[in-house]
């Protein structure tokens, strides 16, 4: 038995432990990080006694919400260290109250999860033993984690008890989805909205938890944690717990790196000299480095765009980049080697670049054409003339970020396009008709346009402006005329009019269409005063016809109207 001690001793040990976030979880609002706004305002309604009965705290995991309901609990029933205090915003963690509510097994403080008890049943049970008082505390206080999972019958349920609760329960919702909560509940809530921890603020915080834990650190390292995190805080400490224990103790920015497989930022910065120096050679170097470590190239693509980032800030507002930064030098330096506009289109490539990782042959591929599309565009010169005889669409690429970039060409790919723009003009000034005046041929037109519009080749949208179209005036060769409407103009109806015209008399033939009143005769007037004839004869055939006569003289019978309609 004496042999089992050390390893009995050693288990009871390593159960003992406690992982950091558990460990280091606020416990009253001034311990809170980076929710000031929610502090500020419950702690000046605690103070003033000014208190609602149902608050809904919501944002994303790890931010506070549990933490926030469990300090608002204690600040609602805290008795003090002499038994004998009240509501409070400055709850004093030792009384019964605050030691078993932070235990979690203080009895008037439920706390309810909605993703498993999200039926109308287990809210009604709820509810059943909310109009009992509570057993030893000043108030029930009832929290429903992720309450956006509920059901919505038990919403229904709860709403009448939500808006009038009995004066000794007071709700706490909690939820990472509140666009998933029906207005009516939200009506009767007071909401906080509590914000993702920014990188700076999580670092800080792992800083001051590491150095009461004793344990060493790097600052790189820990920068690395709080990026990894996503503004969580308690992604952060979980992370954090799995660095020590991957290193042994001591967090590096070494160990950090190889736990989260993030990119090492001499990677980055080697691909952006490559980049300054139009050096293809040492951008395949680099993917082939990256992809010997194993490490992710949307990883890689990612932090490339948050370099960028920092080199736009380091060119326009030179300040935002922190001399605690370690890289500080290295963006200034590579600030310098690139113009804003070559700045702001790697950063677009880059971000494209990720999201086509997926649609790649495979993740190399994709990750190395994104360098090289990056290799080969620079920016369109703001301003540029070009030459009479170039065309622009060749000389120019739009980029999907809407950017007018232009392909780099090597000097002699250069001296080969100025041969063949002075060739093309050679030729063009040789080969270019000498213009004389033409006598302009008259239009066969008798004058009657609807005639002539039933026999053009035209369809659809075309058609259907040509049927509304009013004819003012032929000048030579040029139709005049008028629509009612600016829409009949879209599609680009006016020159496929202008293109069945000219077919139609073999020479070409102008067109000037303007919008205004139709006051002329139109194709879509005749056909609708034919088809009025056709209906009025059809109606008048049946009415006349001896059957139906009979029908309505004997059997009282009536023509329901819009019934008939007319053959051909």
């Known amino acids: ?54 608050w809904l705290f919501t944002g994303t995991r790890g931010v506070g919400k549990t933490t926030l309901s469990r300090i608002l609990a204690k600040s609602l029933n805290c008795v003090g260290p002499d038994g004998n205090g009240g509501i409070t915003s400055k709850p004093c963690g030792v009384c019964r109250v605050c030691t078993e509510i932070d235990a979690g097994r203080f009895v ?6 909605a993703a498993s008890n999200r039926g109308v ?19 029930k206080v009832y929290m429903i984690d992720e309450v ?18 009995p004066e000794h329960v007071k709700f706490i919702l909690a939820t990472t989805d509140p666009q998933k909560i029906p207005v009516t509940v939200l009506s009767r809530c007071l909401q906080f909205n509590l ?17 009461e834990e004793g344990i060493a650190s790097e600052p790189q390292a820990l920068r690395l944690l709080a990026q990894g995190a996503h503004g969580s805080m308690r992604d952060a400490l979980s992370l954090t717990d799995q660095a020590i224990a991957y290193s042994a103790g001591k967090v590096t920015e070494e160990a950090v790196r190889g736990m989260l497989g993030a990119l090492d930022q001499t990677y980055l910065i080697r691909i952006l000299d490559a980049l300054s120096t139009n050096n293809g050679v040492e951008l395949l170097a680099v993917a082939d480095e990256i992809a010997a470590r194993s490490l992710s190239y949307g990883a890689a693509l990612q932090d490339l765009a948050s370099l960028l980032h920092r080199i736009a800030l380091a060119q326009s507002v030179p300040d935002a980049i922190s001399d605690a930064d370690p890289e500080a030098a290295q963006v200034r330096r590579l600030a310098t080697q690139f113009s804003p506009e070559e700045v702001q289109l790697h950063y677009q490539i880059a971000l494209m670049g990720r999201s086509e990782l997926g649609l790649a042959p495979d993740e190399y ?32 690429v739009s980029t ?46 008798d ?35 008028r629509v009612p409407s600016q829409g009949l103009l879209s599609a680009g109806t006016p020159d496929k009019l202008k293109a069945a015209l000219t077919e139609y008399y073999g020479h070409p033939v102008r067109v000037n269409i303007e919008v205004g009143a139709v006051q002329g005769t139109t194709v879509a007037a005749v056909e609708q005063g034919e088809r009025a004839a056709r209906q009025a004869s059809a109606e008048a055939t049946i009415e006349a016809d001896p059957f139906v006569q009979a029908l309505v003289r004997d059997f009282g019978a009536s023509i329901v109207p819009g019934s008939i309609k007319p053959i051909g």
């Open 121 to 139: 049943d287990e809210m009604a049970q709820l509810l059943e033993q909310a109009i009992y008082a509570p057993s030893n505390a000043r108030f």
């Open 195 to 211: 914000k993702q921890m920014p990188p700076p603020q999580i670092t800080g915080h792992l800083e001051y938890i590491l150095k």
């Open 365 to 396: 591929a994709g990750f190395t054409m994104t360098l090289l599309r990056m290799l080969a565009f620079r920016p369109g010169e703001q301003g540029a003339s070009l030459p009479i005889a170039s065309t622009p669409a060749r000389d120019t």
């Open 400 to 445: 999907s970020a809407g950017i007018a970039v232009r392909p780099t060409r090597s000097p002699a790919s250069e001296a080969l396009l100025a041969a063949k723009q002075t060739s093309r003009a050679t030729v063009s000034a040789q080969s270019a008709p000498v213009l004389r005046d033409v006598p302009v041929t008259p239009l066969e037109f």
């Open 108 to 113: 008037d403080y439920i706390e309810m999860d």
């Open 1 to 54: 038995m004496s042999s089992q001690a050390p390893l009995v001793q050693e288990l009871l040990q390593a159960s003992s432990y406690q992982v950091l976030a558990r460990k280091w979880r606020p416990r009253n609002f001034e311990t809170l990080v980076g929710q000031e706004h929610v502090v500020r305002a419950l702690t000046h309604a605690l103070d003033q006694q000014r208190l609602h009965h149902a």
């Open 148 to 165: 956006h999972m509920l059901t919505n019958h038990a919403f229904n349920s709860m709403l009448k008890t939500l808006e009038e609760p």
């Open 447 to 481: 004058g009657n346009w609807l005639g002539l519009a039933a026999k053009l080749k035209v369809s659809g949208m075309t058609r259907q402006m040509l049927q509304q179209a009013e004819l003012i005036g032929l000048d030579g060769q040029t139709f005049k005329l």
